[in-house]
């Protein structure tokens, strides 16, 4: 499974994106799919993530109720829309494919990387 993150951009403090990651094959569309993020100097952490068929989403606290995380699994295309998005927001974004149909955290659980999209948020 290839793994394509766009959507990436510069944006000010309050404004929004949508991330998309697109799969190239349509088995993932069998598995949960989550978004973390890496800022510079941090580790990478957990965004959000959503089952194989989007009827569980999970997200981190800091994002909740900002950023909406979906999927069209005839596209094998899962979407995040972030919103009020703040400085502390900029970092490279990576989607990934779990090894299951659900999956939550836990990074060992997924199986493939996309390269990640850089989102900056400026003040």
């Known amino acids: 499974v290839q793994l394509q993150a766009s959507g990436g951009g510069l944006v000010q403090a309050g404004g929004s994106l949508r991330l998309s990651c697109a799969a190239s094959?349509?088995?993932?569309?069998?598995?949960?799919v989550g978004w973390f993020r890496q800022a510079p100097g941090k580790e990478r952490e957990f965004v959000s993530s959503?089952?194989?068929?989007?009827?569980?989403?999970l997200y981190a606290d800091n994002v909740q109720g900002r950023f909406t995380i979906s999927r069209d699994r005839a596209k094998s295309t899962v979407y995040l829309q972030m919103n009020s998005l703040q400085p502390e927001d900029t970092a490279l974004y990576y989607c990934?494919?779990?090894?299951?149909?659900?999956?939550?955290?836990?990074?060992?659980?997924?199986?493939?990387w996309g390269q990640g999209t850089l989102v900056t948020v400026s003040s």
């Open positions: 990934a494919v779990s090894r299951f149909a659900h999956s939550g955290r836990d990074q060992t659980n997924y199986a493939y």
């Open positions: 959503i089952s194989w068929n989007g009827g569980t989403t």
């Open positions: 094959r349509r088995t993932s569309s069998n598995n949960a």
